[in-house]
């Protein structure tokens, strides 16, 4: 579940979404006019993008691992 209304800080796991549409998890760090996203998925690369081409940057707040 992601916060609508918490901002995101450094090192956050974070709904991100792009202006292209796409949508993903990641680990958010802020490092200028970038965000360097990094996978809790090792088989997926770390990847940068900038400030401006994120739509919405939501925290991840709760995480159910296991069977419903």
Known sequence: ????????????LAVVVTEDGEAMVKVVYFKGEELQLVSTNPAYPERRLARKDVLHLHPVIYIRIGRL
Do not use: F, R, T
């Not at 209304?5 to 956050?12: L, V």
């Open 1 to 12: 579940i992601a916060s609508l209304e918490a901002s995101c800080q450094n090192g956050d």
